[in-house]
């Protein structure tokens, strides 16, 4: 998708992420739905790392969209996200177990939504503490 493209998006439109830091960090890889009418965001998320055990956190998000001006010129596009671990429960299963959050993010982009700022913070263990993540975004 080129920069000219991204900039007309309005309505119901898929948006995909990468995040990127220096070699060897985690990155963050987001495939959102977003729908500007009523500023809602849901999607998914997988955080990696090339490490031994490798870093694979999955995710289920949910959002809102927010349209912000800043100090300075232009204004900027800001999303919040919030992810739970997906879980495959049985259709007859009943309500099944509370599952703590392993994800949050916000995401500030430019109006076109072709670059900004990610800040995410995820666990690998659901009572284990939060890792926290701010490196630069951009669509793929």
């Not at 898929?14 to 963050?28: C, F, I, R």
């Not at 349209?67 to 204004?75: D, F, L, N, R």
């Not at 900027?76 to 671990?85: A, M, S």
């Not at 900004?116 to 975004?137: A, M, N």
Request: charged content about 15%; glycine content about 10%.
């Amino acid at each position: 998708m080129s920069t000219t493209d991204v900039k007309q998006l309005a309505g119901l439109f898929h948006l995909t992420l990468h995040s990127g830091g220096a070699p060897g960090a985690p990155t963050d890889t987001l495939n959102l739905t977003v729908y500007t009418p009523k500023r809602e965001v849901t999607g998914y998320s997988l955080v990696t790392q090339a490490t031994n055990p490798p870093l694979h956190v999955a995710s289920h998000v949910t959002g809102t969209l927010i349209y912000e001006t800043v100090t300075g010129p232009g204004s900027k596009i800001r999303i919040d996200l919030n992810g739970w671990p997906e879980i495959h429960w049985p259709p007859q299963g009943g309500i099944g177990p509370v599952i703590p959050q392993n994800y949050k993010a916000i995401l500030v982009l430019e109006p076109n939504y072709a670059s900004g700022v990610i800040r995410y913070e995820y666990r690998t263990d659901l009572s284990g503490p939060w890792h926290v993540v701010e490196q630069p975004v951009h669509a793929a």
